[in-house]
């Protein structure tokens, strides 16, 4: 499931992310992932960074459910969601890989 899925639940904070905030504390539970300008892993001074970086995912989940809608969802999945998988799977991997390298 990893491959499948691991970039994606690491941009979230579900997977991976660490055990301290950007100050060096604790998470204690806290959630840090990549969307939230309040996210605990990232300094206050870039929030506007991360507004725009997560106005353009909802914007280009946004165009894939529209190209859905005009295309069909087999095309859209056939021509993006495909390949995105194999971009996941080789992230996850080699990020693996890079880790566990003794």
Known sequence: THLAVGWPLYLMGLASTGKVDVQG??????IADHFRT???MFPDKI???IFLSTA????SL???VYLSYE???LPVLLWYLNPYFFVNAWLVLY???QHTDP
Do not use: D, E, I
């Open 25 to 30: 504390k604790p998470l204690n539970g806290r």
């Open 38 to 40: 309040t996210s605990p």
């Open 47 to 49: 929030s506007f960074k």
């Open 56 to 59: 353009t995912t909802v914007a």
């Open 62 to 64: 946004g165009a894939l």
């Open 71 to 73: 295309y069909g969802f």
């Open 95 to 97: 990020t693996w890989l």
